[in-house]
Nanobody, 118 residues
Framework: QVQLVESGGGLVQAGGSLRLSCAVS???????????VAWYRQAPGKQRELVAV???????NYADSVKGRFTISRDNAQNTVYLQMNNLKPEDTAVYYC?????????WGQGTQVTVSS
């Protein structure tokens, strides 16, 4: 069984920063480094969208709306994925989800709320 647990969300003023963490545990953890990890977000009334992704062996990719402000990283020794979010904007308000792709399978965390006030 694979578990992804996000943390680090909260309420912040526009221009502020937050760092999200996603801890991965379970059967996949010993091969965590070889799998694709990503952060998605879903705002009220909108579809879930990809924010940032690290594909095995490649550089990170970002949605245009967060380029230059967000940074995705991974600590393979700790089986953890991070999302550093700087210069936050009200439109970044959403539930943020961690995602791990291992072969044909996708695993999701429960999500963490990020609210940016203007």
């Amino acid at each position: 069984q694979v578990q992804l647990v996000e943390s680090g969300g909260g309420l912040v003023q526009a221009g502020g920063s937050l760092r999200l963490s996603c801890a991965v545990s379970g059967n996949i953890s010993r091969i965590f480094s070889s799998n694709t990890v990503a952060w998605y977000r879903q705002a009220p009334g909108k579809q879930r969208e990809l924010v940032a992704v690290i594909i095995r062996g490649s550089n990170p990719n970002y949605a245009d709306s967060v380029k230059g402000r967000f940074t995705i990283s991974r600590d393979n020794a700790q089986n953890t994925v991070y999302l550093q979010m700087n210069n936050l904007k009200p439109e970044d308000t959403a539930v943020y989800y961690c995602n791990l792709k291992a072969g044909p399978y996708f695993y999701w965390g429960q999500g963490t709320q990020v609210t940016v006030s203007s």
